[in-house]
Nanobody, 124 residues
């Protein structure tokens, strides 16, 4: 599956942003989808994951309560709505599809298809 992330940009602290990830070329609805981020000098970390059915979600503690992951299987798209953004949210955000159908985990190594990333910069 090919993934195309979009929606990043330069925002101020406290603002909201919605990231989108459009999938093509695969069976989107059978796979958990995740958002990850990587800041300069840091390892890639999970932000949020949604199960193949949409019935289960996982959020990193750093974004819990401020972010919502959702999916629209009719549009082959997964979203990440982020609010109350902080400077520490600054990173390149990647969407990814799980390697294994119907599995639900949140480790980056379990995700096999990655989008190109979209930059989110939060100014203080």
């Amino acid at each position: 599956v090919q993934l195309q992330a979009s929606g990043g940009g330069l925002v101020q602290a406290g603002d909201s942003l919605r990231l989108s990830c459009a999938a093509s070329g695969g069976t989107f609805r059978s796979f958990a989808m995740g958002w990850f981020r990587q800041a300069p000098g840091k390892e890639r970390e999970v932000v949020a994951v949604i199960s193949w059915s949409g019935g289960s979600t996982y959020y990193a503690d750093s974004v819990k309560g401020r972010s919502t992951i959702s999916r629209d299987d009719a549009k082959n798209t997964v979203y990440l709505q982020m609010s109350s953004l902080k400077p520490e949210d600054t990173a390149v955000y990647y969407c990814a599809a799980h390697r294994t159908a119907v599995r639900f985990t949140y480790y980056p190594a379990d995700f096999g298809s990655w989008g190109q990333g979209t930059q989110v910069t939060v100014s203080s």
